[in-house]
């Protein structure tokens, strides 16, 4: 039987609809939920994707702002808008686009951000919070990934999870997300011996490693859950993930496709944090 074909973009518009409610009371108790995002550099992709959340983020009711710099900006600059937004108390959430173009040091301006502010989960104190399992914002993709399985009825606790791709973006958090959950978890990546006998055992399937097609149907555990990270370009120009998604969705009980999938899901889940943060400033 063929698997459910897991809705993240309807998910991802749940999401928003509730965030946008959480926003209309912020408003009106004075802290309307405020976003700048940082774009330096011209990459035709990242400026897709800042322009997908300056949409939804004024669409939410925030008030959001985009700041482009040049791809040449000095990162002495670069830090001193940080800092600027920093001490800005009409902004929750600061985002830098990644990656930054050549020159410039994104650990060193990720380490800048306000971790309060750090709507990304990027900076170290949210990371060391994320393994301590103490408050914090946790990425965006991976929180976006355990809040489809969560909607979709999916239980974490006590399965076998397998996550292929070890980024600090995305493999490594949503790894410390499903521990949290108590899902027994395994990392696996390029040099991952038997990666598809591993894969095999998973319950909870995950790629996220950006290689096209990579999981195949034959390695999918009969019943499992399958969530597709990966948006690449196929031969003939279409997106593609990581997942063969007409073998796997033989075998899967659950598949998320690309696109329309986790995809969605990761600026529902930005749009979340920010809330999240301006909720806290309101007290
Ligand atoms: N580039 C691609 N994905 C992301 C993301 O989630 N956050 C940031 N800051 N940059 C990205």
Redesign the pocket.
Known sequence: MAAETIDGKGIAALVRAEVGVAAQRLTAAGQRPGLTVVLVGEDPA?QV?VRNKDRAADRAGFRVETRKLPAQTPQAELLALVAELNADEAVHGI?????LPGGLDADAVVRAIDPAKDV?G?HPDNVAALWMGTPGHR???PSGCVELLDRTGIDIAGRNAVVIGRSL?VGKPLAALLLARNATVTIAHSRTADLAGLARGADILVAAVGRAELVRGNWIKPGAAVLDVGINRGADGSLVGDVAFDEARERAAAITPVPGGVGPM?IAMLLRNTAAAAARRAG
């Open positions: 990242s994707y985002l830098v686009q990644l990656p990304d990027l990425p965006c993709t973006l990761t």
